[in-house]
Protein backbone atom coordinates (compact mmCIF):
# COMPACT_ATOMS: atom_id res chain seq x y z
CA UNK A 1 0.00 0.00 0.00
CA UNK A 2 0.79 3.24 -0.71
CA UNK A 3 -0.15 6.89 0.79
CA UNK A 4 -0.19 10.06 -1.00
CA UNK A 5 -0.46 13.14 0.63
CA UNK A 6 -0.51 16.43 -1.46
CA UNK A 7 -0.38 20.14 -0.10
CA UNK A 8 0.45 23.22 -1.26
CA UNK A 9 -2.66 24.48 -2.59
CA UNK A 10 -4.78 27.80 -2.01
CA UNK A 11 -5.88 30.70 -3.81
CA UNK A 12 -3.86 32.85 -5.71
CA UNK A 13 -3.90 35.92 -8.63
CA UNK A 14 -3.39 35.17 -12.05
CA UNK A 15 0.34 35.37 -12.63
CA UNK A 16 1.32 34.07 -9.27
CA UNK A 17 3.24 30.68 -8.46
CA UNK A 18 2.32 28.22 -6.18
CA UNK A 19 4.78 25.23 -5.22
CA UNK A 20 2.56 21.81 -4.59
CA UNK A 21 4.18 18.67 -3.07
CA UNK A 22 3.27 14.82 -2.97
CA UNK A 23 4.37 12.94 -0.12
CA UNK A 24 4.44 9.26 -0.66
CA UNK A 25 4.58 6.52 1.93
CA UNK A 26 4.23 2.89 2.40
CA UNK A 27 5.67 0.14 0.16
CA UNK A 28 6.84 2.01 -2.56
CA UNK A 29 8.54 0.29 -5.38
CA UNK A 30 12.21 0.54 -7.15
CA UNK A 31 10.53 1.86 -9.90
CA UNK A 32 7.38 3.73 -10.52
CA UNK A 33 6.17 6.97 -11.40
CA UNK A 34 4.82 10.01 -9.80
CA UNK A 35 1.96 12.04 -11.76
CA UNK A 36 0.00 15.11 -10.85
CA UNK A 37 -3.75 15.39 -12.55
CA UNK A 38 -6.21 17.99 -12.25
CA UNK A 39 -9.89 18.18 -12.16
CA UNK A 40 -12.04 21.10 -12.69
CA UNK A 41 -15.70 20.97 -11.72
CA UNK A 42 -17.77 19.50 -14.28
CA UNK A 43 -14.59 18.29 -16.76
CA UNK A 44 -13.02 15.29 -16.93
CA UNK A 45 -9.97 14.67 -15.28
CA UNK A 46 -6.76 15.55 -16.93
CA UNK A 47 -2.76 15.18 -17.17
CA UNK A 48 -0.43 17.84 -16.39
CA UNK A 49 2.74 16.02 -15.07
CA UNK A 50 4.40 13.32 -14.55
CA UNK A 51 8.65 11.96 -13.11
CA UNK A 52 9.47 8.30 -13.41
CA UNK A 53 11.78 7.00 -10.79
CA UNK A 54 14.92 7.71 -12.98
CA UNK A 55 14.11 11.28 -13.50
CA UNK A 56 12.72 11.14 -16.84
CA UNK A 57 9.59 14.12 -16.86
CA UNK A 58 6.29 14.88 -18.68
CA UNK A 59 4.36 17.56 -19.42
CA UNK A 60 0.60 18.17 -21.11
CA UNK A 61 1.58 20.82 -23.69
CA UNK A 62 -0.91 23.14 -20.97
CA UNK A 63 1.86 23.31 -18.57
CA UNK A 64 4.89 23.17 -20.38
CA UNK A 65 6.57 26.13 -20.08
CA UNK A 66 5.33 26.70 -16.69
CA UNK A 67 5.13 23.98 -14.42
CA UNK A 68 7.81 21.64 -13.23
CA UNK A 69 8.12 18.26 -11.97
CA UNK A 70 10.79 17.18 -9.89
CA UNK A 71 11.85 15.28 -6.71
CA UNK A 72 13.94 14.90 -3.41
CA UNK A 73 16.98 13.31 -3.19
CA UNK A 74 15.29 10.70 -1.46
CA UNK A 75 12.63 10.32 -4.03
CA UNK A 76 9.41 10.26 -1.99
CA UNK A 77 8.35 13.78 -2.46
CA UNK A 78 7.52 15.09 -5.34
CA UNK A 79 6.75 18.56 -5.87
CA UNK A 80 4.74 20.87 -8.76
CA UNK A 81 5.77 24.41 -8.87
CA UNK A 82 3.70 26.21 -10.88
CA UNK A 83 4.31 29.42 -12.35
CA UNK A 84 2.92 32.12 -14.56
CA UNK A 85 -0.83 30.38 -13.33
CA UNK A 86 -3.84 31.43 -15.21
CA UNK A 87 -7.34 31.38 -14.28
CA UNK A 88 -7.87 27.86 -16.23
CA UNK A 89 -5.34 26.17 -13.88
CA UNK A 90 -8.16 26.21 -11.07
CA UNK A 91 -9.01 22.70 -10.30
CA UNK A 92 -8.21 20.47 -7.40
CA UNK A 93 -4.99 18.45 -7.97
CA UNK A 94 -3.93 14.79 -7.30
CA UNK A 95 -0.85 13.24 -6.94
CA UNK A 96 -0.58 9.42 -8.34
CA UNK A 97 1.53 6.62 -7.92
CA UNK A 98 2.15 3.95 -10.12
CA UNK A 99 3.94 1.02 -11.76
CA UNK A 100 2.70 0.88 -15.02
CA UNK A 101 3.40 4.98 -15.40
CA UNK A 102 7.06 3.91 -15.06
CA UNK A 103 7.22 0.90 -17.11
CA UNK A 104 4.72 2.15 -19.97
CA UNK A 105 2.98 5.36 -20.71
CA UNK A 106 2.30 8.36 -17.82
CA UNK A 107 -0.42 9.80 -19.49
CA UNK A 108 -3.26 8.12 -19.31
CA UNK A 109 -4.68 7.64 -15.30
CA UNK A 110 -5.05 4.06 -15.76
CA UNK A 111 -1.45 3.40 -15.34
CA UNK A 112 -1.89 4.66 -11.82
CA UNK A 113 -2.35 2.54 -8.81
CA UNK A 114 -2.87 5.09 -5.67
CA UNK A 115 -4.18 8.40 -5.73
CA UNK A 116 -4.35 11.36 -3.31
CA UNK A 117 -7.32 12.99 -2.13
CA UNK A 118 -6.25 16.22 -3.61
CA UNK A 119 -5.50 19.92 -2.87
CA UNK A 120 -7.31 22.51 -3.99
CA UNK A 121 -5.73 25.25 -6.57
CA UNK A 122 -7.38 28.58 -7.27
CA UNK A 123 -6.18 31.50 -9.83
CA UNK A 124 -8.51 34.37 -9.53
CA UNK A 125 -8.11 37.35 -12.31
Known amino acids: QVQLVESGGGLVQSGDSLRLSCAAS????????VGWFRQAPGKEREFVAA???????YYADSVKGRFTISRDNAGNTIPLQMNGLKPEDSAVYYC???????????????????WGRGTQVTVSS
Open 26 to 33: GRTSSRYA
Open 51 to 57: IRRNGLT
Open 96 to 114: AYGGRAYSSSPYPARAYDY
